[in-house]
């Protein structure tokens, strides 16, 4: 089981949203829709189950605009996707990890963002543990960082692969281009 934060399911979703810049280059990520796109593919060749917890949708949606109600039927539709509630165990383990942070010193785990941000983020994760999650897609720094102490791993968009074929198709378009380096 993982889970698609909005971060990622929007790009997903939205054809025209513009692509997230990668921190190592600075340049917007190549072809953000084409990676996710494979990685719901392959999920769902693997009879793998994405789970999209509330909070996460409520973020979608409100950047989905008057788009929202398709997105809704799309994940409604999809056999792959899961919505989860921030229900009563995941109540228990948001508390948790927040009575932990405050007991460490830190309620924010070393964020510079606004408290309520940070409580929302923590019901996204709480979701993930609950629904046995082992991985978050994510690009939002705190979902990262307070993933890490909840011991689910986390994967950006820049880390997401193409298809092989997407790739050698990528490949031949340079090479008939003269762009192709013809030592690679």
């Known amino acids: 089981m993982v889970v698609l934060d909005a971060t990622t399911l929007f790009y997903l979703l939205d054809p025209d949203a ?26 769902e060749k693997n009879r793998e189950k994405v789970v999209v917890p509330t909070p996460a949708l409520s973020e979608l949606l409100v950047r989905a605009g008057t788009a929202g109600p398709g997105y809704l039927e799309i994940l409604n ?81 820049q880390d997401l692969p193409l298809s092989p074929e997407s790739s050698q198709l990528a490949l031949l378009l340079d090479a008939a281009e003269g762009t192709a380096n013809p030592e690679d």
């Not at 997230?20 to 072809?31: A, E, F, H, I």
């Open 77 to 157: 539709k999809s056999a792959v996707f899961r919505i989860a509630d921030f229900d009563q165990r995941a109540a228990v383990e948001a508390a948790a990890a927040i009575r932990e942070a405050i007991g460490a010193g830190d309620k924010r785990s070393g964020s510079t963002s606004p408290w309520a941000k940070i409580k929302f983020d923590r019901q996204i994760i709480a979701i993930a543990k609950v629904a046995g999650a082992s991985t978050i897609y994510s690009d939002d720094d705190d979902i990262a960082r307070l993933s890490r102490s909840a011991g689910i791993a986390v994967v950006r968009i």
């Open 18 to 43: 513009k692509a997230p810049t990668d921190p190592q280059t600075g340049l917007p990520v190549p072809r953000v829709r084409e990676r996710v796109e494979y990685l719901v593919s392959r999920l």
